[in-house]
Structure formats: structure tokens, C-alpha cells
């Protein structure tokens, strides 16, 4: 079994920043690429930012510039640094992992539990 648990969402004003962690933890041969994705009231879920397992970076067009995405493979934990935060990046944002439990077995991806983000305006 594997778990993703985010931390760091919390109510912040227009401008400001947020650092979201997200660690997985359980049985872990390898992880793959990992991402986060955000959620609004009423809308679908979205991709915001993902690296793949060689680092490479992939970022939404309504958040490049503002945020970073990087992660500690020692630490199999992801982080997503946000900055000149706005209203519209309001939302739950999930973080989503893919693992190998076993040398040679499947991969699967998994998702964490969300933090709620709120940028007031």
C-alpha cells in the first residue's frame, strides 16, 4: 500500500505564497513521474505542475512563471512553490505519484487526500 499525504495549503491574500509538500510513504520500489492538480468548486480537476522521474518540468500556462515544482527523491517528496498567489488559484490541490511496489511489478499511479488553498483577493 502506498499513501500520499500534502501539507502546507492554508488562506493567504492576492500576492502572497504558499509551499505545498506532498511525501509518499509505504511499500516503495521507485516512483515515476509526480504532479500536482488542483480542483475549484464546480470545476474538474486540472493539471497545475508535474516532473518527470529525469526532472523534466511541466507547468500549466495559467501558473508558469509563479510556480515551481521540485522534488527529493531521497525523501520521495514533492513540492510545489507558489508565488504572486491569485484568487483564481483557489482550490483543493491533490498530489499524484507514480509507483512500483516491486522490482519489475506494474506501475500504478496514486493520488493524496488534497489541501484546500484560498487566496483571498
Known amino acids: 500500500q502506498v499513501q500520499l499525504v500534502e501539507s502546507g495549503g492554508d488562506l493567504v491574500q492576492a500576492g502572497g505564497s504558499l509551499r505545498l509538500s506532498c511525501a509518499a510513504s509505504?511499500?516503495?520500489?521507485?516512483?515515476?513521474?509526480m504532479g500536482w492538480y488542483r480542483q475549484a468548486p464546480g470545476n474538474e480537476r486540472e493539471l497545475v505542475a508535474t516532473?518527470?522521474?529525469?526532472?523534466?518540468?511541466n507547468y500549466a500556462g495559467s501558473v508558469k512563471g509563479r510556480f515551481t515544482i521540485s522534488r527529493d527523491n531521497a525523501k520521495n517528496t514533492v513540492y510545489l512553490q507558489m508565488n504572486s498567489l491569485k484568487p483564481e488559484d483557489t482550490g483543493v490541490y491533490y498530489c499524484?505519484?507514480?509507483?512500483?511496489?516491486?522490482?519489475?511489478?506494474?506501475?500504478?499511479?496514486?493520488w493524496g487526500q488534497g489541501t484546500q488553498v484560498t487566496v483571498s483577493s
Open positions: 509505504g511499500s516503495i520500489f521507485r516512483i515515476s513521474g
Open positions: 499524484n505519484a507514480g509507483v512500483q511496489t516491486a522490482n519489475g511489478g506494474p506501475w500504478k499511479y496514486y
Open positions: 516532473t518527470s522521474g529525469s526532472g523534466i518540468s
